[in-house]
């Protein structure tokens, strides 16, 4: 299984060098799928003009904007009204999963509903995450970043990695994400975990994690939490 794993997408060439290696053959010959589910969880970015930015490639954030040789729409709230013979091979194929920022909490609700979540680890495509897309690989989330509630409640989401991720890390628009805050944030979390900023990334391939950054990130180790 190949992440690479964002806070705001493809922003500099550290992280575009990671993806095309990742992918072994340039993006202009690769398939992609775009998720936007993400976006419409959170009242920030959708529905609306957000999302039509995502999936459009006219987004700030370069993900579905790269130049792709194809890119196709997955909504995971339409694929449990649908056959799985409709949609699960067009996964099976795909390249590349390009996976929206929004609601952590609500993508992994429907990963889950739409079985998504079970494909996963089985998938030869790589997987790009940006905040949300990012954050739901985690065992959980963490209390700051709860927003909307799943029917079972709690922060847990796919535990698709051994980490937690604090993404957006000293961010201009966002003044509460600074490093005291994420500091506070991984004392509260149950086991490993990374604070990131935009020019950062990391890349698992098979369970190796690796940080790709041309900015500012931090890693909380199990034993400095507990301590």
């Known amino acids: 299984m190949k992440l690479l794993l964002t806070s705001a997408g493809i922003l500099n060439k550290s992280m575009h060098d990671a993806l095309v290696d990742m992918l072994g053959k340039p993006i202009a010959d690769c398939n992609a799928l775009c998720i936007p589910t993400a976006m419409y969880g959170h009242p920030w970015v959708g529905p609306g003009v957000k999302a039509w930015e995502f999936v459009s490639g006219n987004s700030e954030n370069p993900m579905v904007g790269l130049g792709w040789k194809s890119v196709g729409v997955l909504e995971l709230t339409a694929l449990p009204s649908i056959s799985k013979d409709r949609w699960v091979p067009l996964v099976r194929e795909a390249d590349v999963l390009l996976v ?123 034993c400095i939490q507990k301590g």
């Open 100 to 222: 929206s920022g929004g609601d952590a909490l609500y993508l992994c609700h429907w990963m889950r509903q739409s079985g998504l979540a079970d494909l996963l680890p089985s998938l030869q495509a790589v997987y790009v995450g940006m905040s949300a897309g990012s954050m739901v690989m985690a065992p959980n989330i963490g209390e700051f970043f709860v927003g909307w509630t799943p029917p079972t409640g709690g922060d847990e989401t796919l535990s698709l990695i051994d980490f937690a991720i604090f993404p957006h890390l000293d961010h201009e628009l966002l003044p509460g994400n600074t490093m005291a805050a994420a500091e506070r944030w991984a004392a509260g979390m149950q086991g490993l975990a990374y604070a990131i900023d935009d020019q950062t990334a990391i890349q698992v391939i098979d369970g190796a994690v690796e940080v790709i950054s041309e900015g500012k990130w931090n890693y909380f180790s199990a």
